[in-house]
């Protein structure tokens, strides 16, 4: 096997060592062997689970910022994922608030700093047993532009049992799930880089 077989195989393709015995009619032994011999490094456990579950390739796409306007979403998606997003999760993007603005704010970010692939978003909404589900549900569609076949369950909750947090939520809690371990470890990436500044 050849350095550029497997090199196009293995690194351009993101075929297995499994799926390129099948092509060789030979055993996985072999390719590994022929991988070593060529000095192609094998993927990690996660990185082939990553692979295989994303098999198109990254579902998002990262912009560099190209004007103040750009560098200031940047910045504010950044500092609103620092101070309201859930960082203990390492495997999805997510953050929730009450206020509407901020949502579409960060939502904004996602789609044009990392370009993600918007099919892959989920939504998450809490409301409360005085509120009416099915106008909130609607107001969150209609206000962030999207659809309701990608929202999760929605979660009742029973009005006054967290005190003065029902008061701020008029249109309940709305959380945004992204499920992507190298984008969740990107954002956090930029964020432990403004740990450094003085």
Not at 34 to 46: F, G
Not at 70 to 98: I, P, Q
Not at 107 to 128: A, H, K, N
Request: proline share 3%; charged share 30%; with cysteine.
């Amino acid at each position: 096997m050849t350095r550029k077989d497997l090199s196009q195989l293995y690194l351009k393709e993101g075929k297995s060592v499994a799926d390129i015995a099948r092509y060789f009619e030979c055993s996985q032994h072999k390719v590994n062997y022929w991988l070593s011999k060529h000095e192609i490094r094998k993927r990690s456990i996660s990185e082939a689970i990553y692979l295989k579950a994303n098999p198109q390739g990254d579902p998002f796409s990262f912009q560099s910022p190209r004007s103040t306007k750009e560098a200031f979403l940047f910045g504010l998606g950044l500092g609103l994922y620092w101070g309201e997003g859930n960082k203990r999760n390492t495997n999805s993007v997510r953050l929730g608030n009450t206020d509407p603005f901020l949502v579409r704010a960060f939502l904004i970010f996602l789609r044009r700093c990392y370009g993600i692939d918007e099919s892959r978003l989920r939504f998450g909404l809490q409301v409360f047993s005085d509120m009416n589900l099915e106008k909130e549900e609607k107001f969150w569609c209609d206000f962030l532009q999207t659809s309701p076949k990608q929202f999760y369950k929605t979660v009742n909750t029973r009005s006054g049992s967290i005190g003065t947090y029902r008061e701020k939520s008029i249109h309940g809690v709305f959380t945004i799930y992204f499920h992507n371990k190298k984008l969740r470890d990107a954002v956090v990436a930029e964020i432990e880089k403004l740990r450094t500044l003085r």
